[in-house]
C-alpha cells in the first residue's frame, strides 16, 4: 500500500501477473503515461504498440481475445473512448469479446491539458452498453487487485484510471470484489457514495465536518456496473440522507446509477450530488479545477450540510 | 480438420449453386444484400471448398483453425449459404435468415453465436483489424493458421482500414490475407464518384504489403492465387476484380441492387439465369 497514482498501480500489477501468457497489452502511442510501457519491456512479444490509432487497436485487441487471449488495451480515457464507439460497441460489446478497455487520465484531475483531454463522459457511456462492466478503483491496492480480477472476469470491461497520486485507502487485508462497495468509514449523520479518486477527497471532507460533529459514513464504490444494490439499499434507509460523489459529469454517471436503485425501490430522501455540472471545463491544475468546478472537499462539505438541512 | 477439395468445374458448379441460395433467402426474408454477396460468392466458394481453408464444423471453435471474416457483412445472404453448404449450419436454419427467434441466429449482419462466425459484423471498415488481431494471436499460440478476411470496395474508404493495413506491415503479420472483393459499387454511387479508392495497388504496395490482383470470377486465377505461399514478411492484399450482382444480368453493375430483395418475377427470372 502506497501513495500512488491508480494508472502507477495499474502497470506495476501487469508486471506481476504478466507471467500469465494469455495476457497481452495494447497501447496507442502513449504507454509511458499509461505505465503499459513496462509492461512492454518485461514482455515484448506479447506488447502490441498499435501507434496512434485506437479504433484499430480496440478491433485488433477483440480478434486476439477471440484466439483465447486477455487483452488489456490501453490509452488515455478521452481517445480510447471518444474514438471508439463504433468499434467497443460491435467488436468488443455486442461480439462479447474478452477485452478489458483501459482508460487513463480520467476526468478533471488530469488538469493543465484542457478539456479534449478531461474524460468526464465515459462513466455514462459505458454503463450504458449491454455487457460491458465498469470499475474504477480508488487506490494502489484495489488496482491491482482489481486488475487481476478483470483477468478472471470473462467478458468486456472498462477499467477508469487516473494520472495524479491519490492517497492509500485500503491496507492489505483488503479484498476487491467486482459489484462490491465497500464501507471505508462508519458514520450515522448521512452516507456518501463515492468513486475513484472522490474517495479521498471524501476522507478530507469527513475530517472537518467532524469537526463540526457531523459524522458520515463513506462507501468506496468501485464497481459503476453492476452497481452494489445491496449496500445502497442497506444503509440509505438507516442513514435517511445520502451523497454521490465523482470526478464525471453528473449525467449517467454514479449518483445516476445510485438514484436508479432507489427510485427502483421507491426510496425518496435527502439527496446531494457532487459532480461536474454538465459543462466542460477549463486549463488549470487538477487541484484548482476541482474547486472551481464544484469537486473539491469543500464542496463536498458543503453538499453534505446542505443535504442534512433537508432531512 | 476436414478438407473439402473440389476441382475447378466443381467448384464453379457450387458457386451457381451458393449464388442461387443467397437469392433464395434473401427473396423469402424481403430484404438482403443481393449484390454484394453475388460478387463475393466464387471468392468464398474458393476459400471453403477449394481446400483452402481448414475448417472443422463439428468443432467450428478448433483452435488450430484457419479464420475466415466477411468484414462487409451485408453480403450475409452468401455468408450463411456458404456456413449451410460447408455443415456449420443445416440449410433448414436458413429459412430463418433475418427473421426474429432465428435458432442459429441468422441475423442481417452476422454474429459470433452462429456456428463458424468469429466476430460480428455490420459496421464497415472494423474487420481488418479483428483479422489481424486473430493472426497475431494464432501466431503467438505458435500455430500455423492463415486468417483471410474479405474487404468491401466500398469499406476501404474507412480511415480505420488504413490504421489496420499499417499495424499488419509494421508486425509483419504474414498469415493474414486480405481480400477485396472490388465490384465497383456502392449503395449510393460507383465507388469511384463517390470516394474513389485508385490508384488501389500502388496504395496497398505503399503500406507495405504483399499485393496480388486476380480477376475475381475466374475460379482457375482464383485457386492459384489462394494456393501461393505466404510472403516471407509481408501481409497480403489480393484485389480481386469482381462484378457487383455478378451471374444475373440485370443486377450486374447496379447500385440499385446494392440492399434490396427481389420481388417474384426478378427471383424466378434470375434462378433461369443461374442454372
Known sequence: ?311 | MTNAQMDIGQLEKTALELRRMALKIIFEAGSGHPGGSLSATDLMTALFFGGILRYDPKNPKDPKRDRFLLSKGHASGIHYSVLAKAGFIAESDLSDYRKINSAKFLSGHGHPKTPGIEIASGSLGQGLSVAHGIALGTRLQGFDSKTYVILGDGEIQEGQIWEAAMSASKFKTNNLIAIIDFNKVAQDNITRDLKDIEPIEAKWESFGWDVQRIDGHNMAEIMEVLEKPSHPEKPRVIIADTIKGKGVSFMEGKTAWHGVAPSKEDYEKALKELE
Open chain 1, 1 to 311: 500500500m502506497k501513495d500512488a497514482a491508480t494508472r502507477d498501480a495499474y502497470g506495476e500489477t501487469l508486471m506481476d501477473i504478466g507471467s500469465n501468457t494469455d495476457i497481452v497489452v495494447l497501447d496507442s502511442g502513449v504507454s509511458d503515461s499509461t505505465r503499459t510501457k513496462k509492461f512492454g519491456q518485461k514482455f515484448p512479444k506479447r506488447f502490441f504498440n498499435m501507434g496512434i490509432a485506437e479504433a484499430d487497436m480496440v478491433c485488433t485487441a477483440a480478434g486476439l481475445a477471440t484466439t483465447g487471449k486477455i487483452p488489456f488495451a490501453t490509452s488515455f480515457a478521452c481517445f480510447l473512448l471518444g474514438r471508439t464507439m463504433d468499434q467497443v460497441l460491435v467488436s468488443v460489446a455486442y461480439s462479447n469479446t474478452n477485452v478489458k478497455l483501459v482508460g487513463t487520465h480520467c476526468g478533471l484531475a488530469v488538469g493543465e491539458d484542457g478539456p479534449s483531454a478531461q474524460m468526464i463522459v465515459d462513466i455514462a457511456y459505458t454503463r450504458a452498453i449491454p455487457n460491458m462492466i465498469v470499475v474504477q478503483p480508488a487506490d494502489w491496492v484495489e488496482t491491482a487487485q482489481a486488475t487481476q480480477a478483470l483477468v478472471d472476469h470473462e467478458g468486456p470491461a472498462y477499467f477508469r484510471l487516473g494520472r495524479p497520486k491519490v492517497k492509500a485507502i485500503f491496507d492489505s487485508s483488503y479484498k476487491f470484489e467486482i459489484g462490491k462497495g465497500r464501507v471505508v468509514k462508519q458514520g450515522s449523520d448521512l452516507v456518501i457514495f463515492a468513486t475513484g479518486s472522490m474517495v479521498q477527497e471524501s476522507l478530507v471532507a469527513m475530517e472537518e465536518l467532524a469537526k463540526e460533529n457531523i459524522n458520515v459514513t463513506l462507501v468506496n464504490i468501485s464497481t459503476l456496473k453492476p452497481i452494489d444494490r445491496d449496500i445502497i439499499l442497506e444503509l440509505v434507509p438507516c442513514h435517511g440522507a445520502l451523497v454521490t460523489a465523482e470526478d464525471h459529469n453528473i449525467i449517467g454517471g454514479l449518483g445516476d446509477a445510485v438514484g436508479e436503485v432507489l427510485l427502483d425501490n421507491q426510496i425518496a430522501v435527502p439527496f446531494g450530488r457532487v459532480a461536474v455540472k454538465d459543462q466542460f471545463a477549463e486549463t488549470g491544475t487538477g487541484p484548482q479545477l476541482y474547486e472551481k468546478y464544484g469537486l473539491s472537499h469543500n464542496h463536498i462539505v458543503k453538499t453534505v450540510k446542505d443535504t442534512l438541512n433537508k432531512k
